[in-house]
């Protein structure tokens, strides 16, 4: 079993459309989450950072993290075209000094005009 | 703008040739790492430094693979003998010298995109 599970997609829909984004992690241990928005050919970009478990708020974007069913959530309010990109999602380490992050596959979203 | 910068941008060689990247990171940070990544996968961890330390290494960073940050500011990722397996977006991010869950937020440059012939 992956550390982090993402289902690639691709996801397609309208302009306005609320984005429900999805990753299920498979250690409880874990705390720290991330999600990143990376467009064709370059590099990640850091979206949201969560914490432990509860809801994060940032413009258009919510992060959500269920820590009794592992699951993490990016939601996606009023989605545009410029939306469309592959969105990653990312656990931090669960311990001592390590630094690494460990992603998932990645979710392709377009949001059509 | 003062992001994390890589060069070069591309790069296609031939196989058994060797090849070495470079990442500016955002100045003042002071850990720095390597990601690689597929097409269709995220970012796989090779490698992080704390200034001008190596503290961790991933297996998947073979003898062919070495890195080097020598004065704690740029760092280089040298590959020998390159095999089309190499093929790949080799990332570089780094974060900031902060306490804290926030210290674990990395920032990503725009990649080296390797080709391997």
């Known amino acids: 079993q992956k550390e982090v599970e993402q289902d690639p997609g691709p996801l397609s829909v309208p302009e306005g459309a609320i984005v429900s984004l999805n990753c299920t992690y498979s250690?409880?241990?874990?705390?720290?989450f991330m999600w990143y928005r990376q467009y064709s050919r370059k590099g990640p970009e850091l979206l949201m950072y969560?914490?432990?478990?509860g809801n994060k708020e940032d413009g258009r974007f919510t992060a959500q993290v269920d820590k009794s069913s592992k699951y993490i959530s990016l939601f996606i309010r009023d989605s545009q075209p410029s939306d469309s990109a592959t969105y990653l999602c990312a656990r931090g380490p669960s311990s001592g000094s390590a630094r690494q992050l460990t992603f998932g596959s990645g979710t392709q979203l377009t949001v059509l005009p | 703008d003062t992001g994390v910068s890589q060069d070069p941008r591309h790069k296609i060689t031939k196989r058994g040739q060797n090849v070495t990247f470079r990442c500016d990171p955002i100045s003042e940070h002071n850990r720095l790492y390597w990601y690689r990544q597929t097409l269709g996968q995220g970012p796989e961890f090779l490698t992080y430094f704390q200034n001008e330390a190596q503290l961790e290494k991933s297996r998947l960073l073979s003898d062919r693979f070495s890195a080097e940050r020598p004065k704690g500011s740029f760092s280089t990722l040298e590959i020998q003998r390159t095999e089309q397996g190499d093929s790949a977006m080799y990332l570089c991010?780094?974060?900031?010298?902060?306490?804290?869950?926030?210290?674990?937020?990395?920032?990503f440059g725009p990649g080296t995109r390797l080709t391997v012939t």
């Open positions: 969560t914490y432990s478990s």
């Open positions: 250690n409880s241990a874990f705390q720290y």
């Open positions: 991010a780094s974060s900031p010298r902060r306490g804290g869950p926030r210290s674990y937020e990395q920032y």
